[in-house]
């Protein structure tokens, strides 16, 4: 098994928990108290991952909170990146796709500049796109399947003419990019429980579903993990962000963040309990 | 007319060109005497920026090739763009693609921090990801149609239960984007020409199409200018980054862009001519 995978499945069992913890800082949502610039992001995100981090199976930065900071950003997503214990994975959420020669570019950004355990990662451009970050072995690449905004639907969904949706010729091409290091992940949404069913079936029972979509967006935990749930401790990775990290705009924010993850951590679990 | 567009038409008029220059600066590649890092990137590029300039109607920074430099990256990229003259438009080549929530931080980084006058996009987020871009009405969307690389065909063109390919509904859709703010083009690679025939078909004669592709990946120019040019002084944008920036690895790197600028500039027109 592939470094990112087993680290990703020995944390969810070392913590027995199912929950990634979102790290999407916007300035406009920091609490009272925590100055709305680069370094009051980087304040609030230590204080949420010393404060979650025994309830979660990965954390996840999505790039955007960070790009939207200018150069300051960059280091504290760094920063961020850094202060994550060794034995939890971080996956970078970068969603990036470009052609070979610039993918390989965007690969040594994810993986030796940030030193992230995983990325997100577009499809659109297809297989060459991609490989670069496949060549990193001991990582992971996580390819977006189906997503769980409405606008998911808009081609995602669409029926191309052997009668399957695109987003099923997306998984039947992570199962074969797998092949070769076993370093693959997908992502479906929460709000995609019957697309999420269909992805499990063809790619087998131990590939890790990143699962947006709870909370905020309102998909149902209950019914992805019915659908998506397979045999190992992390098949489902569930993420949380806005309704973790914001749990209070208060000064106990991170208290409150602990109690918002611990709450969900067991809530999941306690539905995985009952589905089997 | 929105402001990116008539920009981009303006240069292209002024300059008689329909050459864009890809400032991808890859440090193994900079010319002899040019320090490999950030500062030899800015260098090199302000270099590039003052000997094209005359030759261009663009210039288009990918941003993988500053994220890979950490932050310092960062400030190169904002100090490449402050640098080009106001009167020519500057693309930033990210092919970001995001839920609405997120895709507003990267809008927020391109178009405020980066002050970019277009970015490129990719669709697979459906149109909510588009969104929050789509606002800045004075700004150019580029969003990813069909891609010059050969994994390009992978997705684009699997064929659609209604008998055509994923990268024509994608057309459609940039039409129906482009209704309200007049600020969307495509992006099709010149090693491609069938599809782009297709593509301006659909889109119109007007809208802008960004084609890479040609010099390092053997797009062929001529059939892609028979099959893409519209009406407009910009209706095809053709992009060319290593066959001009790195034209000579020496000290004259300089002069050697411009020289290849202007060689490829002329050679755009005269098949332009040819087919009118």
Chains 1, 2 share one sequence.
């Not at 577009?122 to 001991?138: A, C, K, T, V």
């Not at 699962?211 to 019915?226: F, M, T, V, W």
């Not at 924010?253 to 306690?270: G, T, V």
Request: with cysteine.
């Amino acid at each position: 098994m592939n470094g990112f995978i087993e680290k990703l499945n020995a944390c969810a069992k070392k913590n027995r928990s199912m929950l990634c913890v979102g790290l999407d800082p916007a300035l406009e949502r920091l609490p009272a108290g925590i100055p709305r610039s680069a370094k009051g992001v980087l304040e609030f995100n230590l204080a949420i991952i010393e404060a979650t981090q025994k309830h979660v199976c990965a954390y996840k930065p999505n790039a955007a909170f960070y790009e939207s900071l200018g150069a300051a950003g960059h280091r504290v997503l760094k920063a961020t990146i850094d202060a994550v214990p060794e034995h939890i994975p971080v996956i970078l959420d970068a969603k990036r796709g470009d052609i070979g020669n610039t993918a390989r570019q965007y690969a040594i950004s994810a993986f030796e500049k940030y030193g992230a355990d995983a990325v997100t990662l577009s499809p659109y451009l297809g297989g060459d796109s991609l490989e670069p970050f496949l060549q990193y072995s001991d990582r992971g690449i996580i390819i977006l399947c189906r997503t769980s905004n409405p606008g998911g639907a808009d081609f995602q969904n669409l029926t191309l003419k052997n009668g399957k949706p695109l987003y099923m010729e997306v998984a039947r091409r992570c199962k074969e990019w797998n092949k070769k290091w076993g370093n693959v992940a997908v992502v479906v949404g929460a709000t995609a429980p019957k697309e999420l069913a269909r992805v499990r079936k063809v790619i087998g029972d131990q590939m890790p579903v990143l699962l947006p979509g709870i909370g905020a967006q309102g998909g149902d935990a209950e019914a992805a993990l019915k659908a998506g749930l397979g045999s190992t401790p992390a098949s489902v990775v569930v993420n949380a962000s806005r309704g973790v990290i914001f749990a209070s705009d208060k000064s106990d924010y991170a208290q409150a963040a602990a109690r918002a993850a611990d709450l969900l951590r067991k809530s999941l679990n306690r539905i995985r309990k009952s589905l089997q």
